[in-house]
């Protein structure tokens, strides 16, 4: 369902969205992008791009949505 697909995946360094990466990631073929706020990464993969936003800001909203 999730092969040759974008996921956006928010709180990609909490706990839930890092389980979530790493399930995505063992699916194959993916493109994520996750946000982080506050904490680092955990998991690091040329499939995963890392967007720094605070998700209470509209403009950051529509910058990790395009």
């Keep these: 369902m999730f092969r040759n697909n974008k ?4 709180g ?3 706990f839930i969205g890092t389980n979530l990466i790493k399930r ?13 706020h506050k904490r680092e990464p955990v998991i ?3 499939r995963i791009e890392y967007v720094k ?3 209470t ?8 949505a395009k």
């Design 7 to 10: 996921i956006l995946v928010t």
């Design 12 to 14: 990609g360094a909490g």
């Design 24 to 36: 995505f990631l063992e699916t194959g073929n993916v493109e994520i992008r996750a946000t982080i």
């Design 44 to 46: 690091t993969d040329k």
């Design 53 to 55: 936003s605070d998700l």
């Design 57 to 64: 800001k509209r403009e950051d909203c529509q910058k990790v």
